[in-house]
C-alpha cells in the first residue's frame, strides 16, 4: 500500500489551523502501546506545537514535532465543541 504524498508543510499548515482549539491526541509509544488524552493546542512554534492535557495527572504541556505528526507516531483529531 503506498502512502498518500504529505511534506512537512502541509502538517504544519494543518497544525496551525488547530491552533487554540480541543483536539484528541493519538501517540504510538511502540509494541503495539498507544497513550490517547485529550486537551487544548495551546502553542504552535516554527520546530514543535503543544498541547495542554484536560487531564489531572499529566504535569504541564505535552510537545510534539511535525515530523512525529508526518510520520504517523502522532495523531491529532479536531473535538467537537458541545453545544450548550
Not at 12 to 26: F, H, N, S, T, Y
Not at 60 to 78: E, F, H, I, Q, R
Amino acid at each position: 500500500m503506498i502512502k498518500p504524498q504529505k511534506n512537512i508543510s502541509d502538517v504544519k499548515r494543518m497544525i496551525r489551523e488547530l491552533d487554540a482549539q480541543r483536539v484528541q491526541v493519538k501517540v504510538n509509544l511502540g509494541r503495539n502501546k498507544t497513550m490517547l488524552f485529550s486537551g487544548v493546542l495551546s502553542g504552535v512554534y516554527p520546530s514543535l506545537f503543544t498541547v495542554q492535557p484536560d487531564e489531572k495527572g499529566f504535569l504541564g504541556k505535552t510537545a510534539y514535532s511535525y515530523s512525529d505528526v508526518l510520520c504517523g507516531n502522532v495523531k491529532l483529531t479536531k473535538l467537537e465543541e458541545k453545544q450548550a
